[in-house]
């Protein structure tokens, strides 16, 4: 196989027949910093929860899957032209969003109203995309207008949708094992046909909150079974890091790495319903 591309987390190769094999890695970012060191069995878990999620969608939206690999970290799929917007849906606040909301009142351009606290529902999922930013920059909120200035109104329109779609479903489905989705950020493209698919990843970890339903309180940080608790570690006194100088975040101890493998853990069986076996 051909070598494609390394992301932060993923590796891309090329088979002779021109399919893609996708290679979830064991690495952890954060601030747009790849963390050391991996945490045991993320890659596996990632795509295994992946390829669930993707059997639980295919009648709201095509996927790219085309057979799990030869291992539990990899995926064969149909190469897509991605879009160049990141499609994110919130139901909650928090993170990012909240932070906008509180210099305006606003996220990604949609008023919400006065009072919101981290963690409050919001009256409805919304769509907030933001730029798709090149390795180790940051991406950026946008507008609904601007994706509109950026892919025409009807794919807009069609990626909203979308967006909205999948976190109804994975929203609904994880309420029923006690997990709130916060928000997730899902990654479409055009397939062949001129069709638009679903790739990437879908409803893990690394690309949603997941908070529990009976830990839920509105005005404080969540408990989550995602890398926020990775993010809030390394923001504490503990970690010794300032985000803002720029420099690299420190090494993760033993402690944290461990209790990140069990939240992966713990997201991947409490929603999927089956044993991780690796």
């Given at each position: 196989?051909?070598?494609?591309h390394s992301g932060k987390v993923r590796d891309l190769y090329e088979t002779?027949?021109?399919?893609?094999?996708?290679?979830?890695?064991?690495?952890?970012?954060?601030?747009?910093?790849?963390?050391?060191?991996?945490?045991?069995?993320?890659?596996?878990?990632?795509?295994?929860?992946?390829?669930?999620?993707?059997?639980?969608?295919?009648?709201?939206?095509?996927?790219?899957?085309?057979?799990?690999?030869?291992?539990?970290?990899?995926?064969?799929?149909?190469?897509?032209?991605?879009?160049?917007?990141?499609?994110?849906?919130?139901?909650?606040?928090?993170?990012?969003?909240?932070?906008?909301?509180?210099?305006?009142?606003?996220?990604?351009?949609?008023?919400?109203?006065?009072?919101?606290?981290?963690?409050?529902?919001?009256?409805?999922?919304?769509?907030?995309?933001?730029?798709?930013?090149?390795?180790?920059?940051?991406?950026?909120?946008?507008?609904?207008?601007?994706?509109?200035?950026?892919?025409?109104?009807?794919?807009?329109?069609?990626?909203?949708?979308?967006?909205?779609?999948v976190y109804a479903r994975g929203a609904e489905i994880a309420a029923e094992r006690g997990i709130i989705v916060a928000?997730?950020?899902?990654?479409?493209?055009?397939?062949?046909?001129?069709?638009?698919?679903?790739?990437?990843?879908?409803?893990?970890?690394?690309?949603?909150?997941?908070?529990?339903?009976?830990?839920?309180?509105?005005?404080?940080?969540?408990?989550?079974?995602?890398?926020?608790?990775?993010?809030?570690?390394?923001?504490?006194?503990?970690?010794?890091?300032?985000?803002?100088?720029?420099?690299?975040?420190?090494?993760?101890?033993?402690?944290?790495?461990?209790?990140?493998?069990?939240?992966?853990?713990?997201?991947?069986?409490?929603?999927?319903?089956?044993?991780?076996?690796?």
């Amino acid at each position: 196989m051909k070598h494609v591309h390394s992301g932060k987390v993923r590796d891309l190769y090329e088979t002779a027949d021109g399919l893609l094999v996708m290679v979830a890695s064991d690495r952890i970012s954060a601030f747009d910093h790849v963390l050391e060191p991996d945490i045991p069995d993320k890659g596996a878990i990632l795509t295994q929860m992946s390829l669930w999620w993707f059997d639980q969608l295919k009648d709201v939206v095509p996927n790219h899957v085309v057979k799990r690999g030869d291992d539990a970290r990899s995926v064969v799929c149909r190469p897509l032209r991605m879009v160049q917007v990141e499609c994110v849906a919130r139901g909650y606040l928090t993170g990012g969003g909240l932070a906008e909301y509180r210099a305006g009142g606003t996220v990604s351009g949609v008023p919400l109203p006065a009072g919101l606290q981290d963690g409050s529902r919001l009256p409805e999922p919304i769509f907030t995309p933001s730029t798709k930013a090149p390795q180790g920059q940051h991406d950026e909120p946008i507008s609904y207008e601007q994706v509109v200035e950026e892919v025409g109104a009807e794919t807009a329109e069609e990626l909203r949708r979308v967006t909205l779609a999948v976190y109804a479903r994975g929203a609904e489905i994880a309420a029923e094992r006690g997990i709130i989705v916060a928000d997730t950020k899902i990654e479409l493209g055009w397939d062949s046909d001129g069709v638009l698919t679903l790739g990437d990843e879908v409803l893990t970890p690394d690309s949603s909150r997941f908070w529990p339903a009976d830990e839920w309180q509105p005005g404080r940080s969540q408990p989550s079974f995602d890398k926020q608790f990775v993010r809030d570690w390394l923001l504490s006194p503990e970690s010794g890091w300032d985000k803002s100088t720029g420099n690299p975040p420190p090494r993760l101890p033993d402690h944290i790495v461990e209790r990140t493998r069990q939240r992966y853990l713990e997201a991947y069986e409490r929603i999927t319903g089956a044993s991780f076996s690796g």
